[in-house]
C-alpha cells in the first residue's frame, strides 16, 4: 500500500507519502514528508485500502519533517476513522518542527488524539506578590505566546517561507527542521519578521542583499545550526 500526495503542495516542498504493513491485524502506517496541504486525503486512501480483519492501526511519523495547519486535519481523518470502525488508532514518534507545533497546540505529542481538558481559569492574585518562581513561568507562558503567533503567520505565508526552506537547504545541506530553525532564529536575532525574513532569503536569488541586520543574524543562525 503506498499513496502519495500530490495537491497543491509548493515547488519545492517533499510530498508525503504513506506506505503500510499489516501483520496479524496491526496495521501499521508510515508517514514521510510532509503534513501539508493534501496530506488528509493521502492518510485517508491507505486508510480505506486497509484489509478487514485489521484490529488496530498505528501511524509512524518519524519520517515527517515539517507540519502546518493541515497536520491537524491529519490527525482528524485518523481519528474519524478508529470512531467508524472502533478499532483503536494512535501515532507514534513525533519529532522536531511537527513535535514542536503539536505542542504549541496543546496536544500530548505522545497521544495528540487524546482529547485535551479544558484549562482551569486562575482566579485573579489578591496575595503577596508572585514568586521569581511563578515570575519565571509567566515569561514562559509570554515567550509561548509569541511565539504560537509567530507560527500563525508562518503558516499564513507558507509559499514565500517554503521557498526560502528550499533555498536554505540546497545552500547549506542542512534538513527542513534545521532550515526552519534557521529562519526563525533569524528573525528572533534581528528583530525581524519571520515572513520578512523569508522574503529577503528568496529574493536574494536575484543578487538583492537582504538588510545588514538580516544578514548578521541569518549567518549567526546558519553557523549555530549547521555548524
Given at each position: 500500500m503506498r499513496a502519495a500526495a500530490g495537491a497543491r503542495r509548493a515547488a519545492d516542498g517533499v510530498p508525503l507519502v504513506v506506505e503500510g504493513r499489516t501483520d496479524a491485524g496491526h496495521a501499521l502506517l508510515t508517514a514521510r514528508g510532509e503534513l501539508v496541504d493534501g496530506c488528509a486525503s493521502v492518510l485517508a486512501r491507505e486508510l480505506d485500502a486497509l484489509p478487514p480483519d485489521t484490529r488496530r492501526v498505528e501511524v509512524d511519523v518519524s519520517g515527517v519533517a515539517f507540519m502546518d495547519t493541515a497536520g491537524l486535519q491529519f490527525l482528524e481523518v485518523l481519528e474519524a476513522y478508529g470512531r467508524r470502525t472502533a478499532l483503536p488508532v494512535a501515532t507514534r514518534d513525533w519529532r522536531g518542527q511537527p513535535r514542536r507545533v503539536l505542542e504549541l497546540a496543546g496536544l500530548d505529542p505522545a497521544d495528540p488524539l487524546r482529547p485535551v481538558p479544558r484549562p482551569r481559569v486562575p482566579r485573579p492574585?489578591?496575595?503577596?506578590?508572585?514568586?521569581?518562581?511563578?515570575?519565571?513561568?509567566?515569561?514562559?507562558?509570554?515567550?509561548?505566546?509569541?511565539?504560537?503567533?509567530?507560527?500563525?503567520?508562518?503558516?499564513?505565508?507558507?509559499?514565500?517561507?517554503?521557498?526560502?526552506?528550499?533555498?536554505?537547504?540546497?545552500?547549506?545541506?542542512?534538513?527542513?527542521?534545521?532550515?526552519?530553525?534557521?529562519?526563525?532564529?533569524?528573525?528572533?536575532?534581528?528583530?525581524?519578521?519571520?515572513?520578512?525574513?523569508?522574503?529577503?532569503?528568496?529574493?536574494?536569488?536575484?543578487g538583492t542583499l537582504p538588510p545588514v541586520e538580516v544578514r548578521a543574524a541569518l549567518r549567526t543562525a546558519i553557523a549555530r545550526h549547521t555548524g
Open positions: 492574585q489578591t496575595g503577596p506578590p508572585a514568586s521569581p518562581v511563578a515570575l519565571e513561568r509567566a515569561e514562559r507562558l509570554r515567550e509561548l505566546h509569541e511565539e504560537v503567533e509567530q507560527l500563525r503567520r508562518a503558516m499564513a505565508s507558507r509559499p514565500v517561507i517554503d521557498q526560502a526552506r528550499g533555498m536554505l537547504m540546497a545552500a547549506h545541506s542542512c534538513t527542513p527542521d534545521q532550515a526552519w530553525s534557521i529562519l526563525r532564529e533569524t528573525s528572533q536575532l534581528s528583530n525581524t519578521k519571520l515572513r520578512t525574513v523569508a522574503e529577503a532569503v528568496a529574493t536574494s536569488a536575484t
